[in-house]
């Protein structure tokens, strides 16, 4: 037998891949959502509303489809069976999980409900770039409130969002429409009945694209089709909704209606052009004491606009729908100005909860997408998910001392992380490491705080000890003077930022010299 059939194989080392549409994040990403969620939870509060979890998990029945990506498998759900073979689905959204918890808990619920809640959903689609299948939203919710003061209040607490969120009025805009509007339209132009349901989404596809595509754009989509490069042949075509010359001249005489800045016109052209549609009339009558109630509080159109254009992809809306729009150019992460869009959205979905219920559970609500939101922020350099400082870091000098170096490390985490009553933080957190690897090589410790940031670092070797010292090393300080030295000799007398203190003023040392680096505005 040959020597190379004798050797055996080497197992295949296992490759390291990211599952296609769900993403890592960073330490950066992850610290600047919670600062803007934070400021997003400030304003729901501000509101009435309180928080609710509901798990990833759901019956498959439980959640409906009402999903309009119905070619992908599982109808844009990732599902599978339980060992009872019944039916689970990851969610996809925060309001169908919450209608299955209104209905569960009906009894025990004071209504209206006035509800928020994060987390993780999940959509079966085909991701791409800036689509990912696994992404945060954070809902709130109003259930039990039958009248469109709630939907005018949804649109009020989203405009007060954005400007929480550091984006001035005139940069973003708060867009409403009606389904009733739409639904009725539709039935206008010979769209009605369950046999032009695939017909309508569709239609209702093509109109949101107005914004991408333009008033031509959207015919093309109404009609034949429309090819992605513009022109026959050019890129992928995109079949459209078949509607004959007619049909199209009307919707688009509808979508024109939102051109003006004046609501009363925009509403009173609705009216008068499909006056035959009850469903039309009652819409735009609902979109009206939306306006007015805004208004009257102090929201004008530059803050919350009627938009009969707005369509909302989910199917299970029933009344308002509201989108949240950032205005002008971001830059994205390669420096481009680019048209950011829609942040956000939501609606009236009183038919939810009632499938549960067997009687009438009226609810509106909308969602922020949370990713997308933060990066626009970090974009504008509205949100930083840097960390002001590194931590404090407590050197290992003897091996045999480990306990004495943990002593202190946590020390100074109690000392500079005072809590109060209730238990929380009084302010900013120090962070305070202990090194973990060779403490041998000490010259590779103080590179390691120096790749951390680290603002300041404790020394104590055995002379220290035995004198009952401790070297606080000011980093900030150090790397200043060093950066005027030029003899090594020069910098080894300079002893650069470096402090023998009393053990017992290690704490009160530590705390002066972060007084003075953040008195100095230094970047550490």
């Known amino acids: ?50 928080p609710v979890e509901t798990p990833f998990v759901e019956y498959t029945d439980a959640l409906g489809k009402f999903l309009p990506d119905s070619d992908r498998p599982n109808e844009g759900v990732f599902s599978f069976q ?9 969610r996809y959204d925060l309001t169908a999980p919450l209608a299955r918890h209104v209905a569960e808990n009906f009894n025990d619920i004071q209504l209206p409900y006035r509800t928020y809640r994060a987390g993780w959903v999940f959509r079966n689609e085909k991701p791409g770039p800036g689509r990912f299948r696994q992404f945060m939203q954070f809902d709130a919710d109003i259930v039990g409130a039958p009248g469109v003061q709630s939907d005018a209040e949804m649109c009020m607490m989203m405009a007060d969002t954005m400007e929480a969120l550091g984006i001035p009025r005139g940069d973003y805009v708060i867009r ?53 490069g513009g022109k026959e042949g050019e890129g992928d075509f995109a079949p459209g909704a078949g509607l004959d010359e007619g049909q199209v001249e009307r919707l688009l005489g509808f979508l024109i209606i939102a051109e003006g800045n004046d609501v009363e016109e925009t509403l009173a052209s609705a009216e008068s052009s499909f006056s035959d549609s009850a469903t039309v009339l009652s819409g735009v009558s ?3 004491k939306i306006s007015e109630m805004a208004s009257t509080a102090g929201y004008g159109p530059d803050r919350i ?83 002001a400082s590194g931590p404090i870091l407590v050197t290992i000098m ?32 120090v962070p305070v490491e202990l090194f973990q690897g060779n403490p041998k090589d000490f010259p590779k410790q103080l590179r390691y705080a120096d790749r951390r940031g680290s603002p300041i670092a404790i020394i104590q070797g ?29 910098w080894r007398e300079a002893k650069a930022g470096e402090h023998l203190v009393d053990e017992s003023d290690l704490v009160i040392t530590v705390k002066r010299i972060l007084a003075e680096q953040e008195s100095d505005g230094q970047d550490v």
């Open 398 to 429: 003897d091996r045999d001392r480990i306990g004495d170096y943990a002593k202190m490390a946590q020390e100074l985490r109690t000392a500079l992380n005072p809590l109060g009553g209730d238990g929380q933080p009084l302010g900013p957190t």
């Open 176 to 228: 409403v429409n009606n389904r009733k509007v739409l639904d009725g339209v539709m039935e206008a132009i010979g769209l009605g009945g369950e046999d032009n349901a695939g017909k309508r989404l569709t239609v209702l596809r093509a109109i949101d694209k107005l914004d991408k595509f333009g008033i031509e754009g959207v015919k093309l989509l109404l009609g034949a089709g429309r090819w992605d």
């Open 1 to 50: 037998m040959s020597d190379k059939k004798q050797k055996q194989k080497k197992p295949q080392k296992l490759k390291a891949r990211l599952a296609r549409g769900f993403p890592d994040r960073s330490t950066s990403d992850i610290r600047a959502t919670d600062q803007m969620m934070a400021k997003i939870r400030t304003v729901y509060e501000r509101f009435g509303f309180e």
């Open 462 to 490: 055995g002379n220290e000890k035995e004198a009952g010292k401790v070297i606080v090393k000011d980093l900030i300080e150090g790397k200043r003077i060093a950066e005027t030295i030029t003899d090594n000799a020069e």
């Open 305 to 387: 606009k009627i938009d009969p254009s707005v369509v909302r992809g989910l199917e299970y809306y029933t009344g308002p729908v509201y989108e949240a729009e950032l205005l002008g150019g971001i830059p994205n992460e390669k420096g481009q100005i680019v048209q950011f869009g829609s942040v956000g959205g939501g609606g009236r979905y009183d038919g939810l909860v009632s499938r549960f219920m067997g009687q009438p559970v009226p609810a509106t609500g909308f969602s922020i997408g949370v990713s997308r939101l933060m990066t626009a922020l970090k974009n504008l350099g509205k949100l930083s998910g840097d960390v």
């Open 286 to 288: 609902e979109l009206r």
């Open 82 to 90: 339980d060992d009872d073979d019944q039916w689970l689905s990851l």
